[in-house]
C-alpha cells in the first residue's frame, strides 16, 4: 500500500486544458434524434390513420416525414459541436502551478486556485506526443490535460495522485471519437433509403400500409444501430490484474499470468499471450500505442510479486455456498485472532493486493479484513477494487467494502464472474 506520508509533487505546468467529453457524449446521443422523431412521428400516424380509417392522418404522415431532410442537416450540425467538445482541449497558454498530493490536485495561477479532490479522479496517464502530457479523467466525463516537460514529471504526478498502475486501472478508447457518430448520422439516413426502396417493390407507397411502414422503421432503426454499434471505438482497460479489451461484439480478458509479451508497432499493439493463444491485436494512434504500452508493462512488473503466503488457500470458496464460506471464514476469527490460520494480517493484505491470486481468494481477503475489524479495511478494499480490470471482481469488492455484506449482492456479483 502507498504511503500516507508520500509528499506532494509540485511543477509548474506552461498549459492546463479541458476537454467536455461527457458534453460531446450527449450531444452525439441526442444528434439522431431530429431524424429519428419525424419518423416514429410519421409511422404513428400511418398506424393511427388505418385504426381509424382517416385519410387526412396519412396526409400528415408525409408532411411530418419530410422533415427528416431537415432533421438531417441538423444532426450534422450536433454532431459536429460534439465532436469539437470531445476532442478539442480548452485552455489558456499561461502558466500554472501544480501541486499533486494524496488529497487531490491544486492548480494555482496568480491569486487564483481551484482545488480537484483525488476521489474526482478516476484515472491517469501519460501521453508523449504530440506535446509530453498528462490526461486525468474526472467523474463527470470532464479531461484535464497538464502539460509537463518530461514523461518523468507525468509518472511523479501521477504517483503522487496515486493512481499509478498499481492503485488505479485505467480505461483508454482507441479510433477516432467521430467515427460512431459519422456511422450514426449517416447510416439511419441511408438505411431508411435502402429499405425503403426494397420495401416499396412490395407495395407502393409503403404508407399505405401499416405492417409496411412499422416493417420500414424498425428495419432502418435496427440497421443504423448496429451500423452504429459496429462502429463503436474498442475500450482497453487496463488494471492491477491484467487487461480487458472490449470491442464492440466481444470482450477479451488478459490476466497478467497469461500476458508473455507487450510490443508497439507503429500504430499497432499487440499483446502475446501463453499457450499458442493468437495474440490481441489493437489499431491506435502511435503517441496512445506507445503511452498504454508502458502502462502495460508496468502495471504487469507489478503483478508479479512474491511467493503466496502459506495457508491463503483457506481464503478461497472452493465451491462452497456463500453462507458456507462466510461461516467458515468467521470461524477463523472466532477466537479473536485470525493468525491462528498462520496468516498475519500482512499476509491477508498481501493476497488483497496479489493480482496473481484467484478472484474468489482475494475477494475472501477483503471479506475476511471486513470480519476482522482491521482498521481501514474499507479504504485497502476500495484501493483494490479501484485497481483491478476484471469487472466482477471489481462489483464484488465493493459490495465487500461496504459496512454490511449483502451476501445476495456478493452472490450475484460472483455468479457473473
Known sequence: MPSASRPPFELTSPRVAWRYEAVGRVLGGVALLPIVVPFVGSTMAVVFAEVLDDGSLKRAAFGTLALVLVGVLLAFVLALVSALLSTTAFGLRRPV????????????????????????????????????????????????????????????????????????????????????????????????????????????????????AVAWLALSLGSAWLFRRAARRTEVVVGSDGVRVERPFS?????????????????????????????????????????LAQRIREAHASAVGSAAPRCAEALERRGRDLAAWLDDLRKLVSAGDYRATALSPEDVLHTLDDADSPPDRRLGAALLLRIAGYPEARDHIRVAAEATADDALRAALEHAAEEEVDDAALARALRRG
Request: charged share 25%; net charge positive.
Open 97 to 212: 502551478r501544480v501541486s499533486a498530493g494524496a488529497a487531490g490536485l491544486r492548480l494555482a495561477r496568480g491569486a487564483t486556485e481551484r482545488s480537484i479532490p483525488r476521489a474526482t479522479i478516476v484515472s491517469g496517464l501519460v501521453l508523449t506526443e504530440p506535446r509530453v502530457r498528462v490526461e486525468l479523467h474526472l467523474r463527470g466525463g470532464r479531461v484535464l490535460e497538464v502539460q509537463v516537460a518530461r514523461e518523468r514529471d507525468g509518472e511523479r504526478l501521477l504517483a503522487a495522485l496515486r493512481i499509478g498502475p498499481a492503485e488505479r486501472r485505467v480505461a483508454v478508447s482507441l479510433g477516432g471519437v467521430n467515427r460512431e457518430l459519422v456511422a450514426g448520422c449517416v447510416g439511419l439516413p441511408v438505411f431508411m433509403a435502402l429499405w425503403g426502396a426494397a420495401l416499396g417493390a412490395i407495395s407502393r407507397p409503403i404508407f399505405g400500409s401499416a405492417a409496411l
Open 251 to 291: 470482450s477479451v480478458w488478459l490476466p497478467y499470468t497469461e500476458l508473455t509479451a507487450v510490443q508497439a508497432r507503429g500504430d499497432r499493439l499487440v499483446l502475446s499471450r501463453r499457450r499458442g493463444e493468437p495474440a490481441v491485436e489493437l489499431e491506435a494512434g502511435e503517441d496512445l500505442t506507445d503511452a
